[in-house]
């Protein structure tokens, strides 16, 4: 049964540190998605990339996150610094994608980020 | 511009009553998808359905049925005999065809009471 994993599943951190979140998309998919749910704003798409690229991270704050993809089974989202406005619930999420296609989307457990 | 409305933000039922819940979407792209997830009190995100455009059929899956009518841009989602495992967020979600950005709904908590 293939799913996606992320790590931490938990973070408790303090303001101004560094968080790295880690996702193992499901081997073969080639899009990995990166979102944030918050009880104000619900499910929040931040940064989405395709056989590792990104091709969209419109949705993520510029100047404290980043998002990459070192290789296909690994993608990563820091936030530097943290402030107490980023405690959310991130979800990665991977699909197969070809250009013109809409594949359904597989979420992982999420990460649970508390900055205090 | 394309959204999402379930306007039931919460529901409440006995265990074995039936139970629908509403999505309503909005878009202009004659190609695109709908989709149900299911968000337990664990936390994530399980797929239950995806359906395009072009199939209005409606789908049934156990005691999971959901109803697809273009007429009303309505996608609903029918709990049969509902159990107490059945309580979660659920929500209903649009991507346009060939697109990736997927459009949530606020979702609908739905509590099954023993």
């Known amino acids: 049964d293939a799913r996606v994993t992320q790590t931490p599943r938990h973070k408790v951190t303090e303001m101004g540190q560094e968080v790295t979140m880690r996702c193992q998309p499901i081997l073969g998919h080639n899009t990995v998605f990166w979102y944030r749910q918050t009880m104000m704003q619900g499910l929040e798409l931040l940064a989405y990339f395709r056989n590792r690229a990104p091709l969209d991270d419109s949705g993520m704050p510029k100047d404290r996150f980043s998002a990459e993809m070192p290789d296909a089974t690994l993608a990563t989202l820091k936030i530097q610094p943290s402030e107490p406005r980023d405690s959310a619930v991130y979800f990665c999420?991977?699909?197969?994608?070809?250009?013109?296609?809409?594949?359904?989307?597989?979420f992982g457990p999420g990460t649970r980020l508390t900055v205090l | 511009a394309q959204k999402v409305t379930q306007a039931q933000t919460e529901i409440s039922v006995v265990e074995k009553e039936d139970v629908t819940l509403d999505c309503v979407y909005e878009?202009?792209?004659?190609?695109?998808?709908l989709f149900w997830y299911k968000q337990p009190p664990s936390g994530e995100l399980v797929f239950l359905i995806r359906r395009n455009s072009f199939d209005e059929q409606n789908e049934i899956s156990g005691r999971y049925s959901w109803n697809f009518q273009k007429s009303t841009s309505s996608f609903n989602f029918t709990i049969t005999a509902s159990q107490v495992v059945d309580s979660a967020v659920y929500f209903c979600a649009l991507i346009r065809g060939g697109g990736f950005k997927t459009i949530f709904g606020a979702g609908t908590r739905l509590f099954v009471k023993a």
């Open positions: 878009t202009r792209d004659t190609t695109y998808y």
């Open positions: 999420a991977s699909a197969t994608i070809v250009w013109g296609s809409t594949d359904t989307q597989y």
